[in-house]
C-alpha cells in the first residue's frame, strides 16, 4: 500500500528556515514525481512545486522561487522541501502528494507556524 | 496555469437532497487527471473521485464525478450529515498542479 509519511509540526521564528520531510513506501520511489501543496488557515489549497526523485530535478511556482529548495534522499526513500526567509504568512499546512496509475496520494500534512 | 473556477461558492441544502457542484477549466484538462476531494475543518483533504469519474477506495457510491474538457461536476446524490464540508477540484495533468476555490456545502 503506497504511503506518504510526514514530519512532525513546526514552529519558527520570522526570517528562519523549516525543512519538512515526506517518506515514501510501497511503491518504486524512483518512478513518480513528487509535489508539495500548502494551505493557509482558511485558504484554498496551493501548488508550490515539484521534484524527480529518479534525477534529482525540480520546478517550483513562481510565488516560491528563491526561497524554495526540494530535496530528496534515495536511500530512505524520502523528499524533503526547504523554505527560508519565513514570514507569518507562510503559516499553513504543508502536503506532498504524488500520483500512482492516475491516482494521487496525500501525506498527512505538517503544521508550520511562524511566529515571533 | 490552467485556472479552475468551482460553483457555486456555497451551497445550502437539507440532509437527503441532491448536491451538484461545477468545477470550470480555463482550458482543457485531461479527464484522467481531474479529481475530487473532500475536506473537514482540521483534517487533510480526502479525494473523493479521480480520473473525472473513478470513485476513491471507500468512497459511497452516492457520490459521483461526470464531465470533459472544461466542464466537470461533482454530484452528491442524496446528502448524508457527514456530507457537509468544503469541496475541492484539482487537475493533475501537468507537471504544474492547480485547484479550484471550493464550494462549501453547509446545512440549510
Known amino acids: 500500500q503506497v504511503h506518504l509519511v510526514q514530519s512532525g509540526a513546526e514552529v519558527r521564528k520570522p526570517g528562519a528556515s523549516v525543512k519538512v520531510s515526506c517518506k515514501a513506501s510501497?511503491?518504486?520511489?524512483?518512478?513518480?514525481?513528487l509535489h508539495w501543496v500548502r494551505q493557509t488557515p482558511g485558504q484554498g489549497l496551493e501548488w508550490m512545486g515539484i521534484?524527480?526523485?529518479?534525477?534529482?530535478?525540480?520546478s517550483y511556482a513562481q510565488k516560491f522561487q528563491g526561497r524554495v529548495t526540494m530535496t530528496r534522499d534515495t536511500s530512505t526513500s524520502t523528499v524533503y522541501m526547504e523554505l527560508s526567509s519565513l514570514r507569518s504568512e507562510d503559516t499553513a499546512v504543508y502536503y506532498c502528494?504524488?500520483?500512482?496509475?492516475?491516482?494521487?496520494?496525500w501525506g498527512q500534512g505538517t503544521l508550520v507556524t511562524v511566529s515571533s | 496555469e490552467i485556472v479552475l473556477t468551482q460553483s457555486p461558492g456555497t451551497l445550502s441544502l437539507s440532509p437527503g437532497e441532491r448536491a451538484t457542484l461545477s468545477c470550470r477549466a480555463s482550458?482543457?484538462?485531461?479527464?484522467?487527471?481531474l479529481a475530487w476531494y473532500q475536506q473537514k475543518p482540521g483534517q487533510a483533504p480526502r479525494l473523493l473521485i479521480y480520473?473525472?469519474?473513478s470513485r476513491a477506495t471507500g468512497i459511497p457510491d452516492r457520490f459521483s464525478g461526470s464531465g470533459s474538457g472544461t466542464d466537470f461536476t461533482l454530484t452528491i446524490s442524496r446528502l448524508e450529515p457527514e456530507d457537509f464540508a468544503v469541496y475541492y477540484c484539482?487537475?493533475?495533468?501537468?507537471?504544474?498542479?492547480?485547484f479550484g476555490q471550493g464550494t462549501k456545502v453547509e446545512i440549510k
Open positions: 502528494a504524488t500520483v500512482i496509475v492516475a491516482t494521487p496520494v
Open positions: 510501497g511503491y518504486t520511489f524512483t518512478s513518480y514525481y
Open positions: 521534484m524527480n526523485p529518479s534525477g534529482g530535478s525540480t
Open positions: 482550458q482543457s484538462v485531461s479527464s484522467s487527471y
Open positions: 480520473g473525472a469519474s
Open positions: 484539482q487537475q493533475y495533468g501537468r507537471s504544474s498542479w492547480t
